[in-house]
């Protein structure tokens, strides 16, 4: 189930022994490489795990993640969002947290004669939007995305990532790789942490 080479609906044969990787190299600090018991070649795969650092910080339509999830077909990627609700009250006291931090910074940028960044003005609009909205009732929730890359040898996957990077800014998503920390980051995109190729 691991194998981009692997045809996603062939269930019927899958046993837990075959159904894990048989191999999991995480020695490179950029990618991991994993490899089946069924694997058509000796050669292991390589992946790579980003989680979405920023979400759009502008109003988006119902398809901004097109360029993301459909107009990159030549690259194996698997896209999955986690969601946690969270308390009314808790999201409250976070979102004051926040407000208390970005006011001592403007507080320190001021005493600094520092020019204010005209996206932090607009980071503040939205932070007191949300809490206008968690005040009205809005429950919170906190929300992750991670996106896992595959390919066949790591050149291949360093220009992967590089696409997978473009068309995530056609998004409005801004990436971090989890660089050194793939092999606990892969698993967040499973059970489909190889795409769905065929």
């Not at 800014?169 to 989890?178: D, F, I, P, R």
């Amino acid at each position: 189930m691991y194998d981009p080479d692997h045809p996603i609906d062939h269930i019927q044969a899958m046993t837990r022994r075959n159904a894990w990787p048989a191999e999991l190299d995480a020695t490179e600090p950029t990618y991991l490489q994993a490899k089946t018991r069924e694997s058509a070649t000796r050669a292991p795969w390589c992946h790579a795990t980003a989680w979405i650092k920023e979400w759009p910080m502008t109003p988006v339509g119902v398809n901004f993640l097109a360029p993301l999830l459909v107009h990159t077909p030549d690259v194996i990627r698997t896209v999955a969002v986690t969601m946690d609700l969270e308390p009314t009250e808790i999201a409250i006291e976070r979102m004051l947290t926040e407000k208390t931090n970005d006011e001592a910074e403007a507080s320190r940028a001021a005493k600094m004669n520092r020019t204010v960044d005209p996206r932090d003005i607009a980071a503040h609009s939205r932070l007191d939007q949300r809490g206008e909205d968690l005040a009205s009732g809005a429950a919170g929730v906190n929300l992750v995305g991670y996106i896992t890359v595959s390919s066949r040898t790591p050149e291949a996957l360093a220009r992967d990532k590089r696409t997978i990077r473009a068309s995530a800014g056609k998004s409005y998503l801004k990436l971090e790789w989890c660089d050194r920390e793939h092999h606990r980051a892969f698993v967040n995109t499973l059970p489909f942490a190889t795409g769905i190729r065929r």
